[in-house]
């Protein structure tokens, strides 16, 4: 399975931007797809998640101005990020934790897509 990521870029404060991820390759279930990021000389952080169950999860930082999708048919997850603030400024990176027809549950990461925000 990889993760092909894109829709980065640069926006201005206050500005919005979607990130998309998809997986391809021999996918037998993907149980969650997320999006984390990684700021200069900071840690991965969750920015959202999404269950197959439709279940979403967003880091307090980005709650009530994000919402994380997911097209299953077309194994896509898509992250919408209005107000955005110069701290979101990061390399935005995409996660799925997928299974295997044995049950065998492992995660898969994209590359990373760079969103500068200018103030």
């Known amino acids: 399975v990889q993760l092909q990521a894109s829709g980065g870029g640069l926006v201005q404060a206050g500005g919005s931007l979607s990130l998309f991820c998809v997986a391809s390759?021999?996918?037998?279930?993907?149980?969650?797809m997320a999006w984390y990021r990684q700021g200069q000389e900071k840690q991965r952080e969750l920015v959202a998640s999404?269950?197959?169950?439709?279940?979403?999860n967003y880091a307090d930082t980005v709650k009530g101005r994000s919402t994380i999708s997911r097209d299953d048919a077309r194994n896509t997850v898509h992250l919408r990020m209005n107000s955005l603030k110069p701290e979101d400024t990061a390399v935005y990176y995409c996660k799925a934790r997928v299974s295997t027809k044995r049950g065998v549950e492992y995660d898969v990461w994209g590359q990373g897509t760079l969103v500068t925000v200018s103030s």
């Open positions: 390759g021999t996918i037998f279930s993907i149980n969650s």
């Open positions: 999404i269950r197959n169950s439709g279940t979403t």
